[in-house]
């Protein structure tokens, strides 16, 4: 069974910084695409960030790049999102989830997410 947990999550001022942490279990994290969904209340999730199994490709939406940065360690089956210059728009819920690097683009398996993490941005 494919289980991702997220934490890191929290109230942070703008202009500050968080590290989200996703640790998985049941998945082949090593051959394994990666990302990390953005949600705001009552929209739809939103990829925000992709890493391809190896790390050697990420992509960041433009709202979100110089800002944050993804990475992995596969030896502990982890990623993280490094959160820097957080602004208000920053506020949502950010889940990771199993993603499929192809033809350029980052399609995230179905169900392969996790509940996720909310983060606040304000003063």
């Known amino acids: 069974q494919v289980h991702l947990a997220e934490s890191g999550g929290g109230l942070v001022q703008p202009g500050g910084s968080l590290r989200l942490t996703c640790v998985t279990s049941g998945l082949s994290f090593g051959t394994t695409d990666m990302g990390w969904f953005r949600q705001y209340p009552g929209k739809e999730r939103e990829v925000i960030v992709g890493i391809t199994f190896s790390g050697d490709h990420t992509y960041y939406e433009d709202s979100v790049k110089g800002r944050f940065t993804v990475s992995r360690d596969n030896a502990k089956n982890t990623l993280f999102l490094q959160m820097d210059s957080l602004k208000a728009e920053d506020t949502a819920v950010y889940s990771c989830?199993?993603?499929?690097?192809?033809?350029?683009?980052?399609?995230?398996?179905?169900?392969?997410w996790g509940q996720g993490t909310q983060v606040v941005v304000s003063s």
């Open positions: 989830v199993a993603m499929q690097f192809a033809e350029g683009i980052y399609f995230p398996r179905a169900g392969y």
